[in-house]
């Protein structure tokens, strides 16, 4: 319904997109529909007396692969025209290139040549980033960009961790 709905607003589409998907698992969570019941049963007794199974976190990833993916391109289409339409790209295009151009102009000083070397690795991260469709995946991917900035730099502070990810990014 999301897709043939007249509205454009990207956010207002993905929140009534989550609350779709909050609306369907508090319905699984109350009701055990189906077989979800026996699911649960089943993989908590597979479980050693030191872990917990999260249901939430796996009907999120499971809402994320049955509502989000089919909608991905067209969320994606939303917010492209809504941010082109409004010159967001430009903008931040042009502050970028400016910025390759000026390296020295970053609030920074660290060695760009080592940041060079890391945004390959960065990259190749992002990919995998853009591919996921769960929260969790995705916050896992930050978190290995962030460990392999610090690896790479070393000792640095987290405003030069922060900075380093946004020049790398």
């Known amino acids: 319904r999301s897709i043939e709905s007249k509205i454009r607003d990207p956010a207002v589409v993905m929140g009534n ?6 609306g369907c698992k508090n319905y699984l969570i109350r009701t055990g529909e189906g ?8 993989q908590r007794s597979k479980l050693r007396s030191n ?20 909608l991905r391109s067209h969320i994606q289409g939303l917010i492209l025209s809504k941010y082109t339409r409004k010159g967001y790209f430009d ?10 151009k000026h ?23 992002l990919g995998l980033f853009e591919s996921s469709f769960s929260p969790l ?20 502070t987290v405003y030069e961790c922060c900075m380093s990810l946004l020049y790398l990014v």
Do not use: A, W
């Open 35 to 42: 077989e979800v019941e026996q699911l649960v049963n089943l």
């Open 91 to 100: 903008d931040v295009r042009e502050s970028l290139e400016y910025i390759q």
């Open 51 to 70: 872990e917990y199974l999260n249901i939430d976190s796996i009907l999120e990833d499971t809402m994320h692969i049955l509502v989000i993916k089919p």
């Open 137 to 156: 995946e995705k916050l896992n991917c930050v978190l290995c960009i962030v460990h392999h900035i610090y690896l790479q730099l070393g000792e640095v």
């Open 103 to 125: 390296p020295s102009l970053l609030p920074f000083h660290l060695p760009l040549n080592q940041l060079q070397s890391v945004k390959q690795e960065v990259e190749k991260i």
């Open 17 to 22: 997109v989550r609350q779709f998907m909050n």
